[in-house]
């Protein structure tokens, strides 16, 4: 199910409110929320989902820790509203180790810092984690999924690979998760471990998979790790897959250039986050960006 308008009010700082396409390209110079807009709409829909439980869970410890330190990510969350079309998700913070979430003013789960003492044979210290609780299912609608730099991390080819194969059983995959000979259980492709294909190849197999199980799929940084002709070949697919929103980010001019000659106006736009604001494009109306765009070199 596509969004058609979003809303965010106080998401780490943000006040944004635009109507979406069904590929929304988010460009915008460094600290001006680009991440955060993601998340947003991510930690949104992930509470109106329809997967599991343990998937929640682990989704949300996957977008947190793509922030480089999971505390830190979390304490920067604070009260805020983000609306989907008709249907509001709310934050509260209800002390510093504690998030309330609300679907219109109902509240569906709490997620909290919980604490312990990480022993090993010869170190030892305090970690911190943070526990979803889901209370209540409201407004299954959504199918998410979140692929940010740190796409090889946490879990999430695993993560991404068995919703894939729970969604759509007919899947045709090289990809197999197998036990290793530490007992964890990791993806392999053709019988070797997924993580030494090299991180492109990685990142486009995990966004093919994704296109195939979500309704949808946010990409933070877009072209990080992929050689310009899997950038165009994601684009391509991205093209092809009708049915899934597709929201990402970049910093390449040349990734704009390459959406243009593969998407139209109809179907996706440019949205330009800035710490004054933001304003939304038609793809067509990349050579008229003006001159705080001229970072990405249009002008």
């Given at each position: 199910?596509?969004?058609?308008e979003?809303?965010?009010?106080g998401?780490?700082?943000?006040?944004?409110a635009?109507?979406?396409?069904?590929v929304?390209i988010v460009?915008?110079?460094n600290g001006?929320?680009k991440?955060?807009?993601?998340e947003?709409?991510?930690?949104?829909?992930?509470?109106?989902?329809d997967?599991?439980?343990?998937?929640i869970h682990?989704?949300?410890?996957?977008?947190?820790?793509?922030?480089?330190?999971?505390?830190?990510?979390?304490s920067?969350?604070s009260d805020?509203?983000?609306?989907?079309?008709?249907v509001?998700t709310q934050?509260?913070?209800?002390?510093?180790n504690?998030i309330?979430?609300?679907?219109?003013?109902?509240?569906?789960?709490?997620?909290?810092?919980k604490?312990?003492?990480?022993?090993?044979?010869n170190?030892?210290?305090p970690f911190?984690?943070?526990?979803?609780?889901n209370?209540?299912r409201v407004n299954?609608?959504?199918?998410?999924?979140?692929?940010s730099t740190?796409f090889d991390s946490?879990?999430?080819p695993?993560?991404?690979?068995s919703i894939?194969?729970?969604k759509?059983?007919?899947?045709?995959?090289?990809?197999e998760?197998?036990q290793?000979e530490y007992?964890?259980f990791k993806?392999?492709?053709?019988?070797l471990?997924?993580?030494?294909?090299?991180?492109?190849?990685?990142k486009?197999?995990l966004?093919?998979?994704a296109?195939m199980s979500?309704?949808?799929?946010?990409?933070?940084e877009?072209?990080n790790?992929?050689?310009?002709?899997?950038?165009?070949?994601v684009l391509?697919?991205?093209?092809?897959?009708e049915?899934?929103?597709v929201i990402?980010t970049?910093?390449?001019?040349?990734v704009?250039?390459?959406?243009?000659k593969?998407?139209?106006?109809?179907?996706?736009q440019v949205?330009?986050l800035?710490k004054?604001g933001?304003?939304t494009?038609?793809?067509?109306?990349i050579?008229?960006?003006?001159k705080?765009l001229?970072?990405?070199g249009y002008?």
């Amino acid at each position: 199910m596509n969004i058609s308008e979003v809303v965010v009010e106080g998401f780490r700082g943000l006040k944004i409110a635009t109507r979406l396409k069904r590929v929304n390209i988010v460009v915008g110079e460094n600290g001006s929320g680009k991440t955060s807009f993601l998340e947003s709409i991510f930690m949104s829909t992930l509470f109106q989902s329809d997967i599991n439980d343990n998937d929640i869970h682990t989704s949300l410890i996957y977008m947190l820790n793509s922030r480089g330190d999971i505390l830190s990510a979390f304490s920067t969350l604070s009260d805020s509203k983000v609306g989907l079309d008709d249907v509001t998700t709310q934050f509260k913070k209800i002390d510093p180790n504690s998030i309330d979430v609300k679907i219109n003013n109902e509240k569906v789960a709490e997620i909290r810092i919980k604490s312990g003492i990480l022993t090993t044979k010869n170190l030892s210290g305090p970690f911190f984690l943070p526990t979803v609780r889901n209370i209540k299912r409201v407004n299954t609608k959504y199918s998410p999924l979140y692929i940010s730099t740190f796409f090889d991390s946490s879990g999430n080819p695993e993560r991404i690979y068995s919703i894939a194969k729970r969604k759509n059983k007919k899947i045709e995959s090289n990809f197999e998760i197998l036990q290793d000979e530490y007992g964890q259980f990791k993806l392999y492709y053709d019988r070797l471990p997924a993580y030494v294909m090299g991180r492109g190849l990685l990142k486009r197999e995990l966004i093919e998979l994704a296109l195939m199980s979500s309704d949808i799929l946010l990409i933070d940084e877009i072209e990080n790790s992929l050689h310009p002709d899997l950038v165009m070949e994601v684009l391509n697919d991205i093209k092809r897959e009708e049915g899934v929103q597709v929201i990402f980010t970049t910093h390449v001019n040349e990734v704009v250039k390459m959406a243009g000659k593969v998407l139209n106006d109809s179907e996706a736009q440019v949205i330009y986050l800035s710490k004054a604001g933001y304003k939304t494009y038609k793809l067509s109306e990349i050579s008229e960006f003006e001159k705080p765009l001229s970072w990405l070199g249009y002008v």
